[in-house]
């Protein structure tokens, strides 16, 4: 092990009632399992306010977030994980994964890649492409009925303006988002335009944020989409 | 939240790319060594940390600009 840790500052997002599990480190190595070296996670209100911080045990393979937050009054929280790490053990983009589903829903089950906010992009594996403005393609079929973009700022001391651009067709719509650090907003975005459907978004911010699109049930508000946006720039 | 000024925050890892931390970053910008050897990609890799080194860069009187 080097003598040196590298940091890694993910981040997502929780609502209530959800069965979420956290997988630290994805690997398939049973006799050889590689541990984080210590992993402090944190929840955050809308407003930034700390509501919850622990440390997660890192010889865990698996994390229950939704356990940990518990019932909670907060519509939606931010949740951090500030890991270190030795290099070693992540031979891919450094990346925790999640499980995600609405307790007694009859939707499949989400996973997707926890946001690597801070870190997660060394130099060895070249991933030195501008991240700040991030783009999602929405599949030609819906399924989902109501969208929206989730944006939270992972500074400490920064406010972020960012701009949230949904794209109909030749049209397009923006939104201004305010984030100050530690905040999270959650904008809707509508499902058509003048009978043209939503076919892709894009986020622009001075600098990186924790973003994910999300897709919901009309009536249940359930998720069925939750998935990160890709750098707009290859 | 505590001021970025206060020498608690010294260990606070501030860029996740490079491991800079808030003191090292202080102690660069009072010797008008920014950026010291090593550290040159700070902001500029994952850039999730870019608006708190600016912040920190005009608290700590550092006025350059790339």
Redesign the interface.
């Known amino acids: 092990m080097s003598s040196?840790l590298?940091?890694?500052?993910s981040a997502t997002f929780a609502e209530p009632a959800y069965d979420h599990l956290v997988e630290l480190v994805h690997q398939r190595d049973a006799t050889a399992h590689r541990r984080l070296t210590s992993v402090r996670m944190s929840a955050h209100d809308a407003k930034g306010r700390e509501v919850l911080a622990l440390e997660v045990d890192p010889a865990r393979e698996i994390f229950d977030l939704g356990a940990a937050l518990g019932a909670r009054s907060e519509p939606r929280v931010m949740v951090l994980f500030d890991a270190r790490y030795d290099a070693a053990i992540f031979p891919y983009r450094p990346h925790h994964y999640a499980y995600l589903h609405a307790r007694g829903a009859a939707d499949a089950p989400l996973y997707y890649a926890v946001n690597?906010?801070?870190?997660?992009?060394?130099?060895r594996i070249g991933?030195?492409n501008?991240?700040?403005i991030e783009t999602y393609v929405f599949r030609p079929r819906a399924f989902a009925e109501r969208y929206s973009v989730m944006l939270g700022?992972?500074?400490?001391?920064?406010?972020?303006q960012a701009q949230v651009i949904a794209y109909y067709g030749t049209e397009r719509v923006g939104h201004q988002v305010e984030v100050p650090?530690k905040a999270h907003a959650e904008t809707p975005l509508a499902a058509d335009l003048e009978g043209v459907r939503l076919s892709r978004v894009e986020t622009k911010a001075?600098?990186?944020?924790a973003s994910y699109v999300v897709g919901r049930r009309a009536e249940s508000r359930q998720l069925v989409l939750f998935d990160h946006l890709f750098t707009y720039a290859k | 939240?505590s001021d970025?000024a206060d020498p608690p925050l010294d260990t606070?890892?501030l860029c996740?790319?490079t491991?800079l931390t808030v003191g090292e970053l202080r102690e660069a910008c009072r010797a008008r060594r920014w950026p010291p050897a090593g550290k040159e990609?700070t902001?500029?890799?994952?850039?999730?940390?870019?608006?708190?080194l600016?912040?920190?860069l005009e608290r700590f009187g550092h006025h350059a600009r790339d």
């Open positions: 040196k590298s940091g890694l500052l690597a906010t801070l870190g997660g992009v060394p130099d991933a030195t501008i991240n700040n700022n992972v500074s400490r001391f920064a406010t972020a650090p001075p600098f990186r944020l | 939240m970025v606070l890892l996740y790319c491991n990609q902001g500029k890799l994952c850039t999730g940390c870019l608006g708190d600016r912040y920190c």
